[in-house]
């Protein structure tokens, strides 16, 4: 007999965050105070615009204001810092998301460095990083915080488990290791220059997938009874893990669309109502 898979569904996990905003909302109206997320989109990748309206509208349908600024592709890293500047310095505005990657010419860390700690929602400054890795931050990178809200909501154990994450980057395999990490996992990070990948990750517990290629991981990486949590979200809604050869081994996944994206836009959303209550604390 087949045993019973587990699927980590991501809707239901963000409309059960998004429901604990709607009393804190309320709450801030009466106040007179309307949570504002601030996004900024620099050129036309048509993904990018596609995230950024995705953010914009989430907000929009919990009664959280959304400011979007579009900058043309060819703005310079001291133009975007100004548009950054003015939004920090703008009382209404509670969180600043920088929708990454920028084009080429703009130094990217620069831009990210320039966002006010009291908004840096996604926590993509070194400041909101290092907090994060301390387990000290208000507002840890979003991604990273819904694969551990996700394996919270399903009572997955992180504790003591070996945790496989492909990928380094500043904003997902880095924040989610050191997460994983502050959480007792034992924590192995892998990234491009890993050697037999494949027998890394068969030693994984949980495997958390942050490549950015389309069905990266495969079936037969995954040990018997492990946990399979995919944030890869490539064109045409592909994930980073081959779902449905991954899914042979796995006892609990995450699809793709429907897993971790959905929880990564709720703490979005959690982070700015939380960096506009801050204003009244
Ligand atoms: P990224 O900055 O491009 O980083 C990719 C990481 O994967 C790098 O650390 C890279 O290693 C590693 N990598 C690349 N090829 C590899 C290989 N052959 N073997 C092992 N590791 C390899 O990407 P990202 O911004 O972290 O995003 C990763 C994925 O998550 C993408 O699919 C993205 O769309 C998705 N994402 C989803 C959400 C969401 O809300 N669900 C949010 C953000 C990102 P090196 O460091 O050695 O180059």
Redesign the pocket.
């Known amino acids: 007999m087949k045993a019973e898979k587990l699927i980590l569904d991501g809707n239901r996990v963000a409309a059960d965050i998004k429901e604990t905003l709607v009393g804190k909302i309320h709450r801030l109206s009466e106040k007179g105070i309307v949570p504002c997320l601030a996004t900024i989109l620099v050129g036309d990748d048509p993904?990018s615009a596609t995230?950024v309206r995705m953010k914009g509208n989430a907000c929009k349908r919990l009664g959280i204001q959304s400011i979007r600024v579009h900058l043309p592709k060819d703005t310079s890293t001291h133009e975007l810092i100004a548009a950054i500047n003015q939004l920090n310095d703008d009382p209404n505005v509670h969180g600043i998301l920088l929708q990454?990657?920028v084009p080429h010419q703009i130094d990217e860390r620069a831009a990210f460095e320039a966002i006010s700690i009291n908004k840096d929602v996604d926590g993509v400054t070194t400041l909101g990083f290092a907090q994060n890795a301390f387990g000290l931050a208000d507002f840890p990178s979003?991604?990273p915080a819904?694969i551990v809200t996700i394996l919270d909501y399903y009572n997955i154990p992180i504790e003591g488990k070996h945790a496989v994450v492909?990928?380094?980057?500043?904003?997902?395999?880095k924040p989610v290791s050191l997460m994983l990490l502050n959480r007792n996992a034992t924590v192995t990070t892998?990234?491009?220059?890993?050697t037999s990948?494949e027998d890394v990750v068969r030693l994984g517990d949980i495997v958390v997938?942050?490549?950015?290629?389309p069905k990266?991981v495969q079936g037969d990486w995954i040990k018997p009874g492990a946990i399979v949590v995919d944030?890869?979200?490539?064109d045409g809604n592909i994930?980073?893990v081959d779902y449905d050869a991954c899914i042979t081994n796995a006892s609990a996944i995450t699809p793709?669309p429907a897993?971790?994206?959905p929880v990564?836009?709720a703490t979005l959303l959690k982070h700015t109502v939380k960096a506009a209550e801050k204003l009244t604390s």
């Open positions: 993904s995230y990454h990657p979003c991604t819904a492909i990928g380094r980057s500043p904003i997902l395999g892998c990234h491009s220059k890993t990948l997938a942050a490549v950015g290629k990266f944030a890869g979200y490539n994930g980073d793709v897993g971790v994206g990564t836009i």
